[in-house]
């Protein structure tokens, strides 16, 4: 994310589907952010620009798979759907079948073959890691609103991190939140204290 320099929620979004050990193996991770922050321009197969403009050229989510398939390849939307769960499940058989579908679709739409080649390359190669987009938007905005918290009430958000964490990792919170923020861990007092931890607003501590 710090290589990133995110400018919108979509840069977070992405960062979700990225940050996995096949993406960055893959070259996906290191292509966004280098086409991202101007070093390298983005090359688009025919027909993928509206689809891929947002991830720079990057095939990151399985909806864009689906779309692509459809646009491109002429395929209706429960095939779109059908072949990005037969890729991730590595369905050999079931996925042949459709390439020639997707080929031809492709030419009637007129797509250069070198073009949908390569595409339906992207789809056998990118399609058993890609991520759920809704999956990665939701993570990402969950993330977006606790890490501003964080940052502006690290109070409230130690004392709700505090509560629902595990016992093991009650310690390791600890210390990142005398590391990270000015508030801190008091005593138990007998007048204050609950059972579970509770924020002090007025001295920015958790007791």
Same mark, same amino acid.
């Given at each position: 994310?710090? $290589?990133? @320099?995110?400018?919108?929620?979509? $840069?977070?979004? %992405? %960062?979700?589907? +990225?940050?996995?050990?096949?993406?960055?193996?893959?070259?996906?991770?290191? #292509?966004?952010?280098?086409?991202?922050?101007? $070093?390298?321009?983005?090359? &688009? *197969? !025919?027909?993928?620009?509206?689809? +891929?403009?947002?991830?720079?050229?990057?095939?990151?989510?399985?909806?864009?798979?689906?779309?692509?398939?459809?646009?491109?390849?002429?395929?209706? *939307?429960?095939?779109?759907?059908? *072949?990005?769960?037969?890729?991730?499940?590595? @369905?050999?058989?079931?996925? *042949?079948a459709m390439k020639d579908k997707f080929l031809a679709g492709a030419k009637t739409n007129g797509c250069p073959d070198e073009d949908a080649q390569a595409i339906w390359h992207l789809f056998e190669s990118a399609g058993t &890691? +890609?991520?759920?987009?809704?999956?990665?938007? =939701?993570?990402?905005?969950?993330?977006?609103?606790?890490? !501003?918290?964080? %940052?502006?009430?690290?109070?409230?958000?130690?004392?709700?991190? +505090?509560? &629902? =964490?595990?016992?093991? #990792?009650?310690?390791?919170?600890?210390?990142?939140?005398?590391?990270?923020?000015?508030?801190?861990?008091?005593?138990? $007092?007998?007048?204050?204290?609950?059972?579970?931890?509770?924020?002090?607003?007025?001295?920015?501590?958790?007791?």
């Amino acid at each position: 994310v710090m $290589d990133m @320099k995110p400018t919108s929620i979509r $840069d977070l979004i %992405a %960062a979700n589907a +990225l940050f996995r050990p096949a993406t960055i193996e893959s070259g996906s991770t290191e #292509n966004y952010i280098a086409c991202k922050n101007g $070093d390298k321009e983005p090359v &688009y *197969l !025919w027909g993928t620009y509206d689809i +891929l403009k947002e991830t720079f050229a990057q095939l990151c989510y399985q909806e864009d798979l689906a779309r692509m398939a459809r646009e491109i390849g002429g395929f209706s *939307l429960a095939e779109g759907v059908h *072949l990005v769960k037969f890729i991730s499940k590595k @369905k050999v058989d079931k996925i *042949l079948a459709m390439k020639d579908k997707f080929l031809a679709g492709a030419k009637t739409n007129g797509c250069p073959d070198e073009d949908a080649q390569a595409i339906w390359h992207l789809f056998e190669s990118a399609g058993t &890691y +890609l991520f759920n987009k809704s999956h990665a938007t =939701a993570y990402a905005l969950t993330a977006y609103i606790g890490a !501003w918290y964080k %940052a502006n009430y690290p109070t409230a958000f130690y004392t709700v991190a +505090l509560e &629902y =964490a595990k016992d093991e #990792n009650i310690s390791s919170l600890m210390a990142e939140m005398e590391q990270a923020s000015s508030c801190k861990i008091v005593h138990p $007092d007998i007048n204050v204290s609950d059972i579970e931890f509770i924020t002090d607003f007025s001295g920015e501590s958790v007791a």
